[in-house]
C-alpha cells in the first residue's frame, strides 16, 4: 500500500486493473533488462520488539521497469505447507525520495508498483512475528529470528541478482547470528549471493550463547537462545562426532562453515534444514533425561544430513523452486524418510548410543508404523505428493486415512538397507546408494526423478526393484519386517494390550475427557462415538481418560458394554461390543541360535555390542 493506506476499495481496485494494464502496454520492459543490473539491498530494523514488528526497507538502485513486480513466498523448502507468509505483511509504501508511488496488490502475496520511470525506488514494509517455530518468525523482547522466505520480498526475473542485507537490533548489547557472509565495510551487514541463498538463511538477533568449534578443518558454530540443562562440552562433542560421521558416507564436506541455531523453549521439538546451516528447536530441560537427550541426537543428524539430502540432493521438482504455489514430488519419502533412517543409525556410528538402544529406538519406530491404520490406505509415493494438503494438516481422521512419508520412507529405507548388506554381505549398503545419488545429483546439484532414484538404488542393489516399489512405495502391501531381519539374527516380536478393543483415544481438557480420535471400523465408531465427544460413563459409572485402560481391563472381547457420552451436547448411550486385544507393542529382539553367518551380517550392520 502508498501512504494513503486507508483508500477506498474502489480505488485499490483501480490500481490493481492499472498495474494489470501496465503490464500488458509494456511487455517488453516488464521483463528486467538484461543491460541494466540493479543494485538490491534490504534492511530489517526492529526498533520496538515487543511490538513484535519487523520493519523491512527494500533499496533497489538501478530500477529497469516501469512497472515493478515484488513477491513473497507462500512456503519455504523443507516445510512443504502453503504458509501464506504474506497474512503476517503490513503497512506497504513505496517511495522515490520523498515521492509516494503508487502501488497495490494484484494477489495474495503480490505487489506491483508504477515507478515512475525513476531509477531509485525504495519499498518499507512491516512484517508482525509472534510465532515461535523453526518455519515463521518470532520478534519479542528477548530476540529476533526470522526465515528469509517470510521476511523478503523476490524480484520476478531478478532472482539471481547479489543482495545485501543490514540487520539493526534495537540495542547494542544485542549481536546477529548467520551463515551469510558478511560485508566488511559495513556493520551487521551481509551478502547473498542470490535470492534462493537469502531465503534459505535464518537469521538469530539477540544476547544468545555462541560457541566455536572446528570439524574437518571447517568451522562451526551452535548459537543457542534461551536456558536450558544442557552441557556445551557434551553437546559440541556430539555434533562433532556426528558431523565426522556423515561427513564419512558421503566422502567430505561441501561447505566452508556452518552454523547450528537452538531455541529452547518449555516443551518444543522440531528442525528445518538449510544447505549451510539449521534450525533447531527443543524443550529446555531435555539434556539430562537419556531418551531425551537421545531425540535431541537424532534431530540434529537428521537436519545436519539434509545438507546433502533434499539441499543438494533433490528431486527434479524441487530443483527449481517455485515460490507462489505447491511443488509436487512422490519422492519425499527419500528426501525425509530415508533421512530419518539415517537420524536413527548415525549416533549408534558415533558410538553416542549402542545397538541395543538404536533397536529401541527403532522398535518405538515399527511401532507407530504398525499402529497406523493409514498405512492401509495411502501409498507412500501419494503420502509424499500429498503432503501439501494432508501431512501437515492433520485432522481427526488423518490416522485412519493417510502414512506419514517420514515414518514409513524410514521403514522402507530400513528394508532396503537390510536387502542391500544381506546381498553383498555387508560390502553394500544404503550409504552407497547415498553416496552415488551425491556424486550423479547432489554435487551439480541436478534434480532426480522417481525413476532415476529407482535405478541408483537398484544398481547398488544388483537387483530389479520394481515389484518392491510397486508393492512397498506405490501399493499398500504389508512390509514384511521379518523377512528382512532374518538374515541378520532379528525377529520383530509383538505384545498385546490387556484390554480389549475399543478404538479411541481420549484425552482431558477443561476438566472434561474428550474422545480424540476414533479408529475407523472399530467398536467404537460402529457402535457410533465420534471424535469430539465427552467421555461420561460405561455401564452406568464415570470413566475418565486416565482410568479408561482400567475399566476396560474389566471385560472381556466380545462382551457387549455401555457408554454414556454427550454428542454435540446431548446425551447418548451407545451399545458397544468389544474386540480382541489389540497390539501395543513391537520390539526387535535377537532370534534363538542365530547362525554364524546371522551373526557376522549383524554385526556388519550394528558393531559387536548387541551380540557380545
Same mark, same amino acid.
Given at each position: 500500500?502508498?501512504?494513503?493506506?486507508?483508500?477506498?476499495?474502489?480505488? =485499490?481496485?483501480?490500481?490493481?486493473?492499472?498495474?494489470?494494464?501496465?503490464?500488458?502496454?509494456?511487455?517488453?520492459?516488464?521483463?528486467?533488462?538484461?543491460?541494466?543490473?540493479?543494485?538490491?539491498?534490504?534492511?530489517?530494523?526492529?526498533?520496538?520488539?515487543?511490538?513484535?514488528?519487523?520493519?523491512?526497507?527494500?533499496?533497489?538502485?538501478?530500477?529497469?521497469?516501469?512497472?515493478?513486480?515484488?513477491?513473497?513466498?507462500?512456503?519455504?523448502?523443507?516445510?512443504?505447507?502453503?504458509?501464506?507468509?504474506?497474512?503476517?505483511?503490513?503497512?506497504?509504501?513505496?517511495?522515490?525520495?520523498?515521492?509516494?508511488?503508487?502501488?497495490?496488490?494484484?494477489?495474495?502475496?503480490?505487489?506491483?508498483?508504477?515507478?515512475?520511470?525513476?531509477?531509485?525506488?525504495?519499498?518499507?514494509?512491516?512484517?508482525?512475528?509472534?510465532?515461535?517455530?523453526?518455519?515463521?518468525?518470532?520478534?519479542?523482547?528477548? =530476540?529476533?529470528?526470522?526465515?528469509?522466505?517470510?521476511?523478503?520480498?523476490?524480484?520476478?526475473?531478478?532472482?539471481?541478482?547479489?543482495?545485501?542485507?543490514?540487520?539493526?537490533?534495537?540495542?547494542?548489547?544485542?549481536?546477529?547470528?548467520?551463515?551469510?557472509?558478511?560485508?566488511?565495510?559495513?556493520?551487521?551487514?551481509?551478502?547473498?549471493?542470490?535470492?534462493?541463498?537469502?531465503?534459505?538463511?535464518?537469521?538469530?538477533?539477540?544476547? =544468545?550463547?555462541?560457541?566455536?568449534?572446528?570439524?574437518?578443518?571447517?568451522?562451526?558454530?551452535?548459537?543457542?537462545?534461551?536456558?536450558?540443562?544442557?552441557?556445551?562440552?557434551?553437546?559440541?562433542?556430539?555434533?562433532?562426532?556426528?558431523?565426522?560421521?556423515?561427513?564419512?558416507?558421503?566422502?567430505?564436506?561441501?561447505?566452508?562453515?556452518?552454523?547450528?541455531?537452538?531455541?529452547?523453549?518449555?516443551?518444543?521439538?522440531?528442525?528445518?534444514?538449510?544447505?549451510?546451516?539449521?534450525?533447531?528447536?527443543?524443550?529446555?530441560?531435555?539434556?539430562?533425561?537419556?531418551?531425551?537427550?537421545?531425540?535431541?541426537?537424532?534431530?540434529?543428524?537428521?537436519?545436519?544430513? =539434509?545438507?546433502?539430502?533434499?539441499?543438494?540432493?533433490?528431486?527434479?521438482?524441487?530443483?527449481?523452486?517455485?515460490?507462489?504455489?505447491?511443488?509436487?514430488?512422490?519422492?519425499?519419502?527419500?528426501?525425509?524418510?530415508?533421512?530419518?533412517?539415517?537420524?536413527?543409525?548415525?549416533?549408534?556410528?558415533?558410538?553416542?548410543?549402542?545397538?541395543?538402544?538404536?533397536?529401541?529406538?527403532?522398535?518405538?519406530?515399527?511401532?507407530?508404523?504398525?499402529?497406523?491404520?493409514?498405512?492401509?490406505?495411502?501409498?507412500?509415493?501419494?503420502?509424499?505428493?500429498?503432503?501439501?494438503?494432508?501431512?501437515?494438516?492433520?485432522?481427526?481422521?488423518?490416522?485412519?486415512?493417510?502414512?506419514?512419508?517420514?515414518?514409513?520412507?524410514?521403514?522402507?529405507?530400513?528394508?532396503?538397507?537390510?536387502?542391500?548388506?544381506?546381498?553383498?554381505?555387508?560390502?553394500?549398503?544404503?550409504?552407497?546408494?547415498?553416496?552415488?545419488?551425491?556424486?550423479?545429483?547432489?554435487?551439480?546439484?541436478?534434480?532426480?526423478?522417481?525413476?532415476?532414484?529407482?535405478?541408483?538404488?537398484?544398481?547398488?542393489?544388483?537387483?530389479?526393484?520394481?515389484?518392491?516399489?510397486?508393492?512397498?512405495?506405490?501399493?499398500?502391501?504389508?512390509?514384511?519386517?521379518?523377512?528382512?531381519?532374518?538374515?541378520?539374527?532379528?525377529?520383530?516380536?509383538?505384545?498385546?494390550?490387556?484390554?480389549?478393543?475399543?478404538?479411541?483415544?481420549?484425552?482431558?481438557?477443561?476438566?472434561?475427557?474428550?474422545?480424540?480420535?476414533?479408529?475407523?471400523?472399530?467398536?467404537?465408531?460402529?457402535?457410533?462415538?465420534?471424535?469430539?465427544?465427552?467421555?461420561?460413563?460405561?455401564?452406568?459409572?464415570?470413566?475418565?481418560?486416565?482410568?479408561?485402560?482400567?475399566?476396560?481391563?474389566?471385560?472381556?472381547?466380545?462382551?457387549?458394554?455401555?457408554?454414556?457420552?454427550?454428542?454435540?451436547?446431548?446425551?447418548?448411550?451407545?451399545?458397544?461390543?468389544?474386540?480382541?486385544?489389540?497390539?501395543?507393542?513391537?520390539?526387535?529382539?535377537?532370534?534363538?541360535?542365530?547362525?554364524?553367518?546371522?551373526?557376522?551380517?549383524?554385526?556388519?550392520?550394528?558393531?559387536?555390542?548387541?551380540?557380545?
Amino acid at each position: 500500500m502508498t501512504d494513503a493506506i486507508n483508500r477506498s476499495a474502489d480505488t =485499490h481496485e483501480s490500481l490493481k486493473l492499472e498495474g494489470q494494464r501496465l503490464s500488458v502496454i509494456f511487455p517488453e520492459t516488464y521483463q528486467a533488462n538484461s543491460e541494466i543490473t540493479p543494485i538490491i539491498s534490504y534492511e530489517v530494523a526492529m526498533p520496538q520488539p515487543q511490538t513484535h514488528l519487523f520493519e523491512v526497507t527494500l533499496k533497489i538502485e538501478n530500477c529497469p521497469s516501469p512497472l515493478l513486480n515484488l513477491k513473497l513466498p507462500v512456503w519455504t523448502p523443507g516445510s512443504y505447507l502453503v504458509r501464506e507468509y504474506a497474512k503476517h505483511l503490513q503497512d506497504f509504501r513505496a517511495l522515490a525520495g520523498e515521492q509516494v508511488l503508487s502501488c497495490g496488490k494484484v494477489a495474495k502475496n503480490h505487489w506491483q508498483v508504477e515507478t515512475n520511470g525513476v531509477s531509485e525506488v525504495t519499498i518499507k514494509y512491516r512484517v508482525f512475528a509472534n510465532e515461535i517455530s523453526v518455519r515463521t518468525n518470532h520478534l519479542d523482547m528477548t =530476540h529476533g529470528y526470522f526465515n528469509g522466505a517470510a521476511i523478503f520480498l523476490r524480484i520476478p526475473d531478478w532472482e539471481k541478482q547479489g543482495i545485501n542485507v543490514t540487520i539493526i537490533p534495537p540495542y547494542p548489547d544485542w549481536q546477529v547470528t548467520a551463515v551469510l557472509p558478511m560485508v566488511s565495510t559495513v556493520k551487521n551487514t551481509f551478502y547473498a549471493k542470490d535470492y534462493d541463498t537469502l531465503v534459505d538463511t535464518p537469521f538469530e538477533i539477540g544476547k =544468545h550463547q555462541v560457541y566455536e568449534f572446528e570439524v574437518l578443518g571447517k568451522p562451526h558454530e551452535l548459537a543457542i537462545w534461551g536456558q536450558g540443562n544442557f552441557q556445551i562440552s557434551r553437546l559440541i562433542s556430539d555434533f562433532e562426532k556426528i558431523i565426522e560421521v556423515e561427513a564419512e558416507i558421503f566422502e567430505g564436506l561441501p561447505y566452508e562453515r556452518y552454523v547450528f541455531l537452538l531455541h529452547l523453549l518449555t516443551q518444543a521439538f522440531g528442525g528445518l534444514e538449510h544447505k549451510d546451516c539449521c534450525s533447531l528447536i527443543y524443550q529446555r530441560f531435555g539434556f539430562k533425561d537419556t531418551d531425551k537427550y537421545e531425540r535431541f541426537i537424532q534431530l540434529v543428524a537428521h537436519e545436519f544430513f =539434509h545438507l546433502w539430502n533434499v539441499k543438494r540432493i533433490r528431486p527434479q521438482a524441487l530443483e527449481v523452486f517455485d515460490y507462489d504455489q505447491e511443488n509436487y514430488t512422490p519422492s519425499l519419502w527419500f528426501c525425509e524418510g530415508t533421512t530419518s533412517y539415517y537420524d536413527l543409525h548415525i549416533p549408534l556410528r558415533a558410538g553416542i548410543y549402542n545397538a541395543k538402544s538404536y533397536l529401541n529406538h527403532l522398535s518405538k519406530e515399527i511401532t507407530r508404523y504398525q499402529n497406523t491404520p493409514g498405512k492401509a490406505v495411502q501409498p507412500l509415493s501419494e503420502s509424499s505428493f500429498d503432503t501439501w494438503i494432508k501431512l501437515y494438516r492433520p485432522d481427526a481422521n488423518s490416522p485412519n486415512s493417510q502414512i506419514s512419508y517420514y515414518l514409513k520412507g524410514e521403514m522402507v529405507s530400513l528394508l532396503l538397507d537390510l536387502l542391500i548388506r544381506a546381498r553383498h554381505d555387508n560390502m553394500r549398503s544404503l550409504d552407497d546408494v547415498m553416496r552415488l545419488m551425491w556424486q550423479q545429483f547432489g554435487k551439480a546439484e541436478i534434480g532426480y526423478t522417481p525413476k532415476q532414484l529407482q535405478t541408483v538404488i537398484e544398481s547398488v542393489a544388483g537387483v530389479d526393484l520394481t515389484d518392491f516399489f510397486e508393492q512397498y512405495i506405490d501399493g499398500l502391501v504389508d512390509l514384511p519386517f521379518n523377512q528382512y531381519l532374518e538374515p541378520f539374527g532379528l525377529q520383530l516380536f509383538a505384545d498385546a494390550e490387556e484390554e480389549p478393543f475399543l478404538g479411541i483415544k481420549v484425552a482431558g481438557e477443561n476438566n472434561r475427557d474428550i474422545v480424540k480420535f476414533v479408529e475407523s471400523l472399530s467398536p467404537a465408531q460402529i457402535a457410533g462415538i465420534d471424535t469430539g465427544d465427552e467421555l461420561v460413563a460405561i455401564n452406568g459409572i464415570k470413566v475418565s481418560a486416565s482410568n479408561l485402560s482400567e475399566r476396560l481391563r474389566d471385560y472381556q472381547a466380545k462382551d457387549t458394554i455401555q457408554i454414556t457420552v454427550f454428542h454435540q451436547d446431548e446425551l447418548f448411550t451407545y451399545d458397544v461390543t468389544l474386540a480382541h486385544p489389540r497390539v501395543s507393542r513391537y520390539a526387535i529382539k535377537l532370534m534363538a541360535n542365530t547362525s554364524k553367518m546371522q551373526k557376522k551380517n549383524l554385526t556388519g550392520w550394528l558393531g559387536m555390542s548387541i551380540i557380545s
